[in-house]
């Protein structure tokens, strides 16, 4: 029923309450949907509400806290027991009167850890400054730290099992990348080729069924390439129109991204060009790239290889991936860049993205990898190179 | 290109505008991701990263802020003058040595508004605590409001336009309902029925292309139908399973959504109970809807009628929707429950879902409406029925 043994949860548990403990946290609370099912194998799309996992440091288990109507979602998905499972009543759902932080407090004071050191995942997505607001005047006398990233650095390394899933991934995503590509066309809506990308992203493959990704797909076409972050239309594709399709596989939450670049049509020199200089730097990198290295080194491979074609990329080049909920499939620690000094390990995963935007188009290619042992190995197996529909 | 009239943007910033003046607000940050649409047009997956509109009292225009990358997206996508839109470098993003709100800070005082009163969206999922964190120390002088709500509650009445494209929602989410239902069968992968529904819902229909709604359909089956917020797996469906469908139809943001419960096999008696109770209950709160009943009036006709039945429902019946983006598809405005002296006026748009999840099972049977002269409409004609598949 899990999608691992219980024994992977506790086992990642104490990791994250080692951190703790060096770091003097007497409480950690856990806010981050990712997170929350990495600890404790929670998986529901109930993160429109507040809800979280208080990681007590001297504790066996944490505490689940969420909406009562979604309590029934955590007996069947965590490894808790039930005595575990706190949720609140309805009426501290999106109301402007009570907060459920104030229901985080009382349970805080019960725990007699209203003045001690508590931790708290500042800079997230599911942690609210109203979150913070309501913590600060309940619970005067504790003390609060950061510890944005914190589980997120320890899920940084992935088991085999982890590997396993986002190799079931890559083979969702190797078949939904397909099919995009074989139906985009001159005069085929842009919708009716997403419809069918998602139909292979959740049907999956005849031994694996796809989950949700945490980014829909990116498929900008014409102009809209010159940005990364734009979706769909409901408007049919022209003859000359490039095509970005950035999309990811995903299996229990574990995510293998992938993007690529397709021309409808006979595809101008710019574009040519530019798709030999983004191809030869990544098989450049991808060559180079092993344990012991760290991020800004991966960064500067890249960046030597691009240099003598004048084209220049001031954004990252990649960032972690694994386990995620929307809005993003990034593990948001380490990112192929300067700066980052991050060292390579066996069995962390990347998607190294290259993307290049300019004024009136762009192009991406990119790869998600595993680092091995020696070197690295992508997650997924397919043609690296500019896609042309004639 | 733009899904509204610029005209009906600026209208809806002058309305935004005299909340501020009233509430004596100078400046208003604006985070959800819907609310920068509804303002300026912006659409785009990047609210990953920090991004933002400064709306100030003295300006025609918000400025947009966001990630270097997604400046064309806002070029592409808005009404506003190319001056108007402010990147920001790639170093800032997920970094833990510089923050988006330093750079916030830094246009803010630019604008001279440093010691101004600035509203901030307190409780909103993109505006985490360390933002409000950043610009607290950032900006000693300035004296911050709480505007969590302010605009989504100028969103609450729609326009026309706005319920034309929620009626083309509701055509796309009655398509990918009735694909859903047809495709549920013992035997078959739950995986890809919704990969079939997902075809659907993005496809569209031959008139309008769907867009991604909000929410990922909810779809529990068995056992796991006794809670509203899981998603689906890769198993097959079994003989006397229920299944509960909740799912949207989205058309340039704006959602229909609507719940339907299938039975695979012969219903036992207490889910055709359940059924009739919430048919019955659905039908009595539809016929009595109407401008000038407030949410809780609305909740009290549902509760009169399910008395007798001995069921409870603990829970909020329904909620506002309209525009959004994930995490979310309501409005997080008003709600149908005890309390909520909202009053009901035309052209305001609910989801009315009285779901009711017991130990072991649930049930769920929903529909959108809009409130309009004399009492309200349904937006989907959809058979509101326990669905049996033998």
Known sequence: MHAFEISEYQYRLNR??????????DVLLVSDPANMNYLSGYDGWSFYVHQLLIVLLEADQPIWVGRHMDANAAKITTWLDPSHIVPYPDDYVQSLKKHPYDFVADILREEKVENACIAVELDNYYFSAKCFDTLNKQLTKATFLDATSLVNKVRIVKSDTEITYMKRAAAIVENAMKVGIDAIAEGVRECDVVGQVYEAQISGTTEFGGDYPAIVPLIPSGERTSTPHLTWTEQPYKEGDPVIIELAGCYRRYHAPMARTVMIG?????????AEVVIEGLNETLARIGPGMTCEEVEAVWNKSIEKSGFIKESRIGYSVGLSYPPDWGERTASLRKGDK???????TFHLIPGIWLDNYGMELSEAFRVTDKGC??????PRQLFVKD
């Open 16 to 25: 994250v309450k080692e951190v703790m403990s060096e770091r003097g946290m």
């Open 342 to 348: 991050t060292v390579l390990q066996p069995n962390m």
């Open 377 to 382: 190995e992508t997650l997924t197996n397919f």
């Open 266 to 274: 006979d595809p101008p020199q710019n574009i040519k060009d530019l």
